[in-house]
């Protein structure tokens, strides 16, 4: 079952400007954790965020991390033409395995 | 190069049919995964694999088989009892799920389409 659900299902932004997309999920959680998928192509890990942390930095991604409103954003700024693609949130409870959401698609317009 | 390989990218199946998607990995990782991928859709896990010859079924193992003989390979069978098989399939694998960090690393996903 999917634990983790995405917001909006799909952004469109200039570039230059910054993209935010929000998760939210149902049990206790581990660490979440975000993906970036290019169309067609496999999904690459962007960065995890423990349920201890409530902010997380990498490059030009920005993850904050709400544990008792069980809900996570991804924001990333500058955007560029590359960073178009689909992004997933994922939760690891305590089943070893990764829930994952059904994604935003962020289309970065030039 | 370090990764998993999936093949083959592009597979159309004939209505009765079984075929085998194949995955390997050389990153040295002690747990495999299957999910299925529809349009605009999220993952769905069918089948997991935490060591070698042990592996469980995930959310939508209906109409699917695995096998892991090897620690590199996590092969996924798609039977002829799947009734809606068309979709992207993504491998993936993580070193060792217990540690509580659990990356995964996806291949680059086979098409599968019913003719």
């Known amino acids: 079952s999917q634990q983790g659900e995405e917001d909006p299902q799909a952004l469109s932004i200039q570039e230059g400007e910054n993209a935010t997309m929000n998760c939210s999920y149902k049990?206790?959680?581990?660490?979440l954790q975000w993906y970036r998928q290019n169309s067609g192509r496999g999904l690459v890990h962007l960065i995890l965020?423990?349920?201890?942390?409530r902010e997380k930095h990498s490059g030009r991604l920005r993850v904050t991390l709400d544990t008792s409103k069980k809900s996570s954003s991804l924001l990333i700024t500058a955007s560029r033409a590359a960073d178009t693609a689909s992004y997933f949130c994922?939760?690891?409870?305590?089943?070893?395995?990764?829930?994952f959401g059904a994604g935003t698609t962020v289309t970065v317009r030039a | 190069d370090g990764g998993i390989t999936q093949s083959p990218k592009y597979l159309f199946r004939k209505e009765g049919q079984n075929v085998t998607l194949s995955c390997e990995q050389n990153?040295?990782?002690?747990?495999m995964y299957w999910y299925r991928q529809d349009p605009g859709q999220g993952l769905r896990l069918i089948y997991y694999s935490q060591i070698v010859n042990d592996f469980q079924k995930g959310d939508i193992a209906e109409g699917y088989s695995v096998s892991r003989e090897k620690k590199e390979s996590f092969p996924l069978t798609v039977t002829s009892a799947q009734k809606n098989p068309t979709a992207f399939y993504l491998c993936?694998?993580?070193?060792?799920?217990?540690?509580?960090?659990?990356?995964?690393?996806f291949g680059e996903g086979s098409w599968l389409t019913v003719v």
């Open positions: 993936a694998s993580s070193i060792n799920p217990s540690t509580g960090f659990n990356t995964i690393y």
């Open positions: 049990t206790s959680i581990n660490n």
């Open positions: 994922a939760t690891d409870a305590n089943d070893y395995k990764l829930s």
């Open positions: 965020i423990r349920s201890n942390e």
């Open positions: 990153l040295n990782h002690d747990a």
